[in-house]
Structures are given as C-alpha cells and as structure tokens.
T-cell receptor, first 113, second 116 residues
Framework: GDSVTQMEGPVTLSEEAFLTINCTYT??????LFWYVQYPGEGLQLLLK?????DKGSNKGFEATYRKETTSFHLEKGSVQVSDSAVYFC????????????FGSGTRLSIRP | DAGVIQSPRHEVTEMGQEVTLRCKPI?????LFWYRQTMMRGLELLIY????????DSGMPEDRFSAKMPNASFSTLKIQPSEPRDSAVYFC??????????????FGPGTRLTVT
C-alpha cells in the first residue's frame, strides 16, 4: 500500500542554520504531497503542498519539490528560527481514497537560539 | 472563520468510564476525520465520514470505540468502557470536497484524554 517515510528525529539546529528533512514515498499512482507542521499543544497545520511532478510548494520560507524520479519531497529552509521548532509531517493522498491522507511518523525539530 | 472546534480540550477519567469527545467541523466541509496521536504509535486515522456517512472505520481499534455524525456540523467519538491504553490526544479534522490538490485537511486543537 501507499506509505511515507521521513527521517527520524529529533533534529537539533542552531538559529540561522540550513534545514533539510528528508521524505520519500511509495504510491501506485500520482499522489498529491503535503508537509504539515504541529506546534506544541496544537493540531496539525498545512505548511505546503504539491500536486504534480516538479511542482514546488513553498510557505513561510520553507520549500519542497515533488520529485517523481526519486519519489521524494524533501523539506528545506535556508535559515531557521527558534519559532520553527515543531514536529513536521510529510504526507500524501492518492487515488480513489484521495480524501484520505497518509502521514509519515513526524520529525521533531528543535532550534537553539 | 472558525476552524474545527473540539471539546473538551482535556479529559481525565477513570478506567471503565464512558468518554465522549465532540467535534464541530468547518462549515461546508464534506469530510470529517478522527485521529489518535500517541508517542508510541504516532498519528493514526480511526475513522472518516463523507457527507455524514462513515466511509472507512478500519482504524477503530476495538468495539469499545464508536463514532457518529448525526448532521453536517457535529460528530462524536465515544469510548465505552475506557482503558488506560486509550490515553492519547484525539484530533478531529475536516476537509472540503475531494478534488486533486484541494483535499488538505484542517485539524482541530485536539482533546487530551487521560484514563487512570
């Protein structure tokens, strides 16, 4: 079945460092891909999305490019801030159950001042 | 616009008691989802509805769990009887109609359930 694999955390970086969180997926068709973020004590929020190959999603300085050839959707940010500390989830939806989203296990990110 | 509303935000109960969690989805959304989040198992989809009809309940862990959606603006998740292993954060999410690229889900703040 469809699945999402993302790098395990926790990831700890200093403020202004470059961030990459790896995500790869397995799907039988052409999924839409998402990154969600969960701040402490809150629900998940959509951070960015891409719906077809080579699309780039971006928001709040974060970017991710839909790479069909490598089945990847890595999250990047050039300069992280303390306020970016959160758990990040890679996710996909595809096919006849496109209303249903499959989430990765989440990567906890901590940024040191 | 109000987002997804869940109540209560925190619930502490004793083993064996009935627990009812409530959710009000975003107005106009056709889909409603119930998730459970724990450190050990991560985020699990329990059940989801389309236009108030349950579509997939394969994630409901046991018969002790039940969910209803009597109308488009209200859903409940009930656990009877509750057990300590049910302790988790339960999220409700809603989504507009299914269309490629439009099916992002909007999450509520969650209900933190503790069963002692």
């Amino acid at each position: 079945g469809d699945s999402v694999t993302q790098m395990e955390g926790p990831v700890t970086l200093s403020e202004e460092a470059f961030l990459t969180i790896n995500c790869t997926y397995t799907a039988t068709g052409y999924p839409s891909l998402f990154w969600y973020v969960q701040y402490p004590g809150e629900g998940l929020q959509l951070l960015l999305k891409a719906t077809k190959a080579d699309d780039k999603g971006s928001n709040k300085g974060f970017e991710a490019t839909y790479r069909k050839e490598t089945t990847s959707f890595h999250l990047e940010k050039g300069s992280v801030q303390v306020s970016d500390s959160a758990v990040y989830f890679c996710a996909l939806s595809e096919g006849s159950s496109a209303s249903k989203i499959i989430f990765g296990s989440g990567t906890r990110l901590s940024i040191r001042p | 616009d109000a987002g997804v509303i869940q109540s209560p935000r925190h619930e502490v109960t004793e083993m064996g008691q009935e627990v009812t969690l409530r959710c009000k989805p975003i107005s106009g959304h056709d889909y409603l989802f119930w998730y459970r989040q724990t450190m050990m198992r991560g985020l699990e989809l329990l059940i989801y509805f389309n236009n108030n009809v349950p579509i997939d309940d394969s994630g409901m862990p046991e018969d002790r769990f039940s969910a209803k959606m009597p109308n488009a603006s209200f859903s409940t998740l009930k656990i009877q009887p509750s057990e300590p292993r049910d302790s988790a954060v339960y999220f409700c999410a809603s989504s507009p109609y299914w269309d490629r690229g439009r099916n992002e889900q909007y999450f509520g703040p969650g209900t933190r359930l503790t069963v002692t």
